[in-house]
């Protein structure tokens, strides 16, 4: 349904669209829901009637959201005949077209045309001083019999900084589709311009991001969009869970739909701590390791060691370039994008007052966790530097 003044003065016979009212009945213990109906009804003397059949004009019932068809017909008084019907003696409906039905009854007028009558003229006004690309044969001047439809052009202006979209008449707004009723009078119809605002995606005061941290498009007013989805901007340790928007102050879930107000949009990523299954593992020429689950930031607890190597002491366990041991706190520092979290097991010889002393196996058991993620091409670069070079 359209009704779509750009005014403040309210038109009486514009019809408002409301919530869908659901009529609940009970009898003997049970309930069912009854979706209402609405009555279309046209408007016409059927005795007046000179030709047509006014049998396919009568009313009848539907429910909200169904779609009203306008009989593939015409009515005739004489030579005066029907064009089409209206709502609002605004927009036009002509015979075989279709609109959804609104949330309470509707009755459609008859939109006359009289073959004798003078006709006027429908022109455009394309003269703005900083459009460009306006061909004079897109937008002719046109008469027309009062009562007949308009389908406005469907060409467009161009205008920097700005969109058109549809024509403006005595403030109603015609988009494509939309047919004009010809009144007893000229018409000129102005290009109806929605501006271009910037909209800003900013990752927040927060570190840890990976890439740019802002990132800015353009979308005119009126325009509903998708929103960035969680590719767009990503840091270490967290996932994006949404945008807080500074216009309404809500917050939008990545990829949901927006739209574009009249002024610039801020939207600040809402970050979600990711859960880790942090990996101790033995170093010990098996695959044995313990996991314990936490989120980005969190501190959990360093376990004991519960393996053994032949010939070595345990040591503690390593993360970079620390080596925790039993009891302590390991805050989790989240890893990049597609990484998990590993510390492994360091072992020494007994008695030994040297450096920690790492087995052959560290360079197999590294190459198992690049292969899961578990680590970064640098840090196995980094162990097979130091097992080499023993």
């Not at 980005?296 to 370039?321: H, L, N, R």
């Not at 302590?328 to 998990?340: D, H, K, R, S, T």
Request: charged residues 20%; aromatic residues 14%.
């Amino acid at each position: 349904m359209k009704f779509k003044s750009l005014t403040a003065v309210a038109v009486s016979a514009v019809i408002t669209l409301c919530s869908m009212s659901i009529c609940i009945v009970s009898e003997a213990e049970t309930t069912t829901e009854e979706q209402q109906t609405y009555t279309v009804s046209f408007n016409i003397d059927s005795e007046s009637i000179t030709d047509g059949d006014v049998s396919l004009f009568e009313s009848y019932e539907l429910e909200a959201g169904d779609y009203v068809e306008i009989p593939d017909a015409q009515l005739f008084i004489d030579s005066i005949y029907t064009s089409g019907w209206t709502l609002d003696g605004i927009y036009m409906y002509e015979p075989g077209d279709s609109f959804k039905m609104p949330e309470q009854d509707i009755v459609l007028e008859p939109v006359w045309v009289d073959p004798s009558s003078e006709r006027y003229t429908l022109s455009y006004d394309t003269s703005g001083e900083d459009y460009t690309d306006v061909k004079d044969e897109y937008f002719p001047s046109t008469s027309y019999l009062p009562g007949q439809a308009i389908s406005l052009s469907k060409y467009t202006i161009t205008r920097d900084g700005y969109t058109h979209m549809g024509w403006l008449y005595k403030g109603y707004l015609f988009s494509t589709g939309d047919k004009l009723i010809m009144p007893a009078e000229d018409v000129v119809v102005e290009p109806n311009w929605y501006k271009y605002y910037k909209i800003y995606y900013e990752a927040g005061d927060v570190d840890r991001i990976n890439g740019t941290s802002t990132f800015v498009y353009q979308r005119y007013e009126t325009n509903t969009f998708d929103l960035a989805n969680s590719s767009k901007i990503s840091r270490s340790g967290f996932t994006l869970s949404g945008w807080l928007c500074d216009y309404d102050g809500e917050v939008y879930a990545p990829g949901s739909y927006f739209t574009m107000p009249a002024s610039e949009v801020h939207f600040t990523a809402v970050w979600t701590a990711k859960t880790y299954t942090v990996v101790f593992s033995a170093n010990n020429g098996t695959s044995q390791s313990i996991k314990i689950s936490g989120e980005t930031d969190t501190a959990i607890t360093v376990p004991e060691c519960t393996f053994t190597y032949s010939g070595y002491e345990f040591a503690g366990w390593k993360y970079g370039d620390t080596i925790y041991q039993p009891g302590e706190e390991f805050v989790i520092p989240g890893a990049l994008p597609g990484l998990g979290i590993s510390l492994t097991a360091v072992w020494v010889e007994p008695g030994s007052d040297d450096d920690v002393v790492y087995d052959s196996f560290e360079l197999v058991v590294a190459r198992q966790q690049y292969a899961n993620g578990e680590i970064t091409a640098d840090e196995l670069t980094e162990v097979a530097d130091r097992v080499i070079g023993r």
